[in-house]
């Protein structure tokens, strides 16, 4: 029961935070429930970042946002929890907030702030709610960067 809870507290958050999205260029179709932002675009909710060419917003039937897809030179910054911060680069990154999914697909490569501790691969998932972390690397090997206290 405390795991529903939790789920449910952390879940809310992701999707209730204001989402600030600046760009040169805005549309919105009514028809696909969609948003296209283009051109020098910054999205901000609360302390996550995320700067990319092009941003499309999905949203449900309600209207409320349901997946990001940021395209071209995407740079981001998530705080998973009070001790995780992260910050990389990807050519393409898809955020499904209900399931907290972040898919990055392209030259992805992920640092933790707080410790220095970085990957770098093809694909790499990220689950903010589970914090699970998965990476493919299908040209280059993986590449893992982990401290070490002796």
């Known amino acids: 029961m405390k795991k529903i809870i939790y789920l449910f507290a ?9 989402l600030k999205i600046t760009s040169k260029f805005f549309n919105y179709d009514s028809k696909k429930l969609e948003s296209i932002f283009k051109g020098d675009v910054n999205a901000t909710k609360g302390s996550d970042n995320i700067l990319c060419n092009e941003l499309i917003v999905y949203f449900n039937k309600n209207k409320k946002p349901i997946k ?10 998530f705080k998973m929890d009070e ?4 910050k990389g680069k990807t050519d393409k990154l898809t955020y499904l907030l209900m399931t907290g999914e972040i898919i990055l697909n392209g030259n992805a490569f992920i640092k933790k702030i707080e410790t220095n501790e970085s990957i770098s691969g093809d694909i790499i ?26």
Request: glycine share 4%; aromatic share 8%; charged share 25%.
């Open 125 to 150: 998932k990220i689950n903010r709610i589970t914090k699970n972390i998965e990476v493919e690397g299908n040209k280059k090997p993986v590449n893992i960067i982990i401290k070490v206290d002796e």
């Open 83 to 86: 001790n995780s911060t992260y």
């Open 10 to 18: 952390v879940v809310s958050f992701l999707i209730s935070a204001e």
């Open 68 to 77: 990001y897809i940021a395209i071209g030179n995407v740079r981001f910054i």
